[in-house]
């Protein structure tokens, strides 16, 4: 199940495109659970993480075939 604060614009040929309600308090508790310090005072989500909570698998473009 999908949060409540997400929204699927498009999903086309493996890439996915989503609108986040940033003002959800939902997402701002998930957010401050993975964000960390990168540093001081700004703070960072890997995107590997937030995938990985959201059950996106992420693919690596930058590899060589």
Known sequence: MKPSWETVVSSKAGLIE??????????????????????????????????????IEMIDTSEEN
Do not use: W, Y
């Open 18 to 55: 989503l609108e986040i309600n940033d003002q959800d308090p939902g997402f701002h508790s998930m957010i401050e659970e993975l964000s960390t310090e990168i540093q001081p005072g700004i703070v960072g989500v890997k995107a590997s993480d937030l995938c990985q909570r959201l059950s």
